[in-house]
């Protein structure tokens, strides 16, 4: 079985500081792991993902994200936060045995203070 | 890149009314997904199509859930005889999909939020 957990329900950052938001997670097989960001009234948007190789992944908007096999985490980071940077943020993983769909975790919601 | 697009945006119904959603997925992708969004909630897996094939279905999916994909492109999801339980947001996405093309990124439509009284 696959699972996501985002131990935070919400962060809270000032804007210019860098931000972390955690993601561990359990899956059969290797991880393909994906975080995706949501803002109210739109879809799901995709961030970034891991898939193989370096263990440091770049994505949109100035976010990266760190895998670590050993501590099966995921965190999302950000050097320096903005204020448009608010807004819901999942964690998501594929086993690359078994099922084809995303298993999400529950969301962190990232409020940046100005 | 005209991205997924999502038909109604929003629905109302009265309990034990049936609906029906549509998804136009990109149109290079061959992978489709359906998922659900309760509020406070990560999606949750629903249904996925190759092509035509439905080839895996959630136990969330129950007997009053249907999905199609009859030509390979648009997707509908009926829901029968409509609960207040069944009250979400349903989310469709697409993806390529190619040998080992779990890794590939899913990109996801606005939503349908379904309301029902």
């Known amino acids: 079985a696959q699972s996501v957990a985002q131990p935070e329900d919400q962060v809270n950052v000032a804007e210019g500081n860098p931000l972390t938001v955690k993601c561990t997670y359990s899956?059969?097989?290797?991880?393909?792991l994906f975080w995706y960001v949501q803002y109210p009234n739109r879809g799901l948007q995709f961030l970034l993902k891991?898939?193989?190789?370096?263990?440091l992944v770049k994505g949109s908007y100035g976010f990266e994200a760190e895998f670590n096999k050993s501590q099966t985490s995921f965190h999302l980071k950000k050097p320096s936060a903005l204020v448009s940077d608010s807004a819901l943020y999942f964690c998501a993983v594929i086993g690359d045995t078994g099922r084809r769909a995303l298993t999400f975790g529950s969301g962190t919601r990232l409020q940046v203070q100005p | 890149d005209t991205g997924v697009s999502q038909d109604p945006r929003h629905k109302i119904t009265k309990r034990g009314q049936n609906v029906t959603f549509r998804c136009d997925p990109i149109?290079?992708?061959?992978?489709l997904y359906w998922y659900r969004q309760t509020l406070g909630q990560g999606p949750e897996f629903l249904t996925y199509f190759q092509n035509e094939a439905q080839l895996e279905k959630s136990r969330l999916l129950s007997d009053r859930f249907s999905a199609e994909r009859p030509k390979g492109s648009f997707s509908t999801l009926e829901i029968q005889r409509t609960e207040q339980g069944d009250s979400a947001m349903y989310l469709c996405?697409?993806?390529?999909?190619?040998?080992?093309?779990?890794?590939?990124?899913?990109?996801f439509g606005p939503g349908t939020r379904l309301t029902v009284l």
């Open positions: 899956v059969s097989g290797n991880p393909y």
């Open positions: 996405a697409s993806s390529r999909g190619t040998s080992g093309g779990a890794g590939n990124e899913q990109f």
């Open positions: 149109s290079e992708h061959n992978r």
């Open positions: 891991y898939i193989t190789g370096d263990n």
